[in-house]
């Protein structure tokens, strides 16, 4: 409707005009957004394939602006890009250890507390230092956190990247490759990580009840996944037959909302006891 002569301004310039707008008012708002308390982290529990044992949960930000909520698939990539991200990363793993040690007070010891950790974050100067100096503020066992670092973070920054591996596991934290066959599938590569886990991409299961492609791809992770001596966790389960069809590929952890959603802090607090008591 806009382009209705030869010079005005086409549809798709408006568009990606406003998306840039939105950008743009995005970081200018994120760079308070600390500062103004708007950020929250909620907690996703992570169960054993069969659903009787409660393992942990993956902590996800939240960010209520102006009364709404904006999705971290539209603002964790603003900040990665404005480097705010360095900033709000950090914020995220004190929130998440300090969680993880109310947690571990209340009895819930066994529990293992996922964190996101994003590219410029991972080969930030003095990461791993920063890391072992929260857990030591929290007085936390290394291994009641587990740092999620996608494929692509750690190829595109090829020595570096397994350089930081090792002396993240060095100290004792469990690590896990994120949305997993998304990225390159540098399988030979992947035996050289020092990594516990893998997390199967939801796109991988999201048809995998009735898609014969997906169930073999997905399978074939699980058995990589064992022949590498990793652990499994299928992201975004949402139903009883997808779960059916993991179990049977002796996938090892499920996440979804199958057995919930994230959770508000009280609200898995709730879950991971009523989980303890059974
Ligand atoms: P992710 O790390 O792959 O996190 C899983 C996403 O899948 C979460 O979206 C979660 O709410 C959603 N999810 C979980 N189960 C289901 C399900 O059964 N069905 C469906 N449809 N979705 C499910 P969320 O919270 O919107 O986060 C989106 C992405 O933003 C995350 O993807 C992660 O890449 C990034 N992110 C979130 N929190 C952080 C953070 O603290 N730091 C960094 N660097 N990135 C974060
Ligand atoms: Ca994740
Ligand atoms: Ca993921
Ligand atoms: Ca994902």
Known sequence: ALRSGGNDVSYFDVTVGQAHARRVELARNLEHAIAR????????????????????????????TNGKFVSPAEFIPVAEESGLILEIG?????????????????????????????????????????????????????????LEITESTIMDNEDGGMKMLQELKQLGVSLAIDD???????????????????????????SIDVSTDDQAIVLSLCQLAKNLNLSVLAE???????????????????????????????????????????
Request: hydrophobic share 40%.
């Open 37 to 64: 308390d708007e950020l929250t982290l909620v907690m996703q529990p992570q169960l054993s394939a069969d659903g009787r044992r409660l393992i942990g949960g993956e902590a996800l930000l939240r960010w209520q």
């Open 236 to 278: 975004g389960v949402e139903s009883q037959p997808q779960l059916d069809v993991l179990a049977q590929f002796n996938c090892d952890a499920i996440q979804g909302y199958f057995f919930s959603k994230p959770l508000a802090d009280s609200d898995f607090i709730n879950f991971s006891l009523r989980y303890l008591a059974d």
């Open 180 to 206: 997993f066959g998304t990225g390159y599938s540098s399988l030979s590569y992947l035996k050289q990580f020092p990594v516990d886990k893998l997390k199967i991409d939801r796109s991988f299961i999201q």
């Open 90 to 146: 950090d914020w995220v793993l004190d929130r998440a250890c300090q969680m993880t040690a109310h947690y571990r007070e209340l009895g819930l010891t066994d529990l293992v507390i996922a964190i996101n950790i994003s590219p410029r974050q991972f080969m930030q100067e003095g990461f791993v230092e920063r890391v072992n100096q929260v857990l030591e503020t929290y007085q936390l066992p290394p291994s009641s956190i587990e």
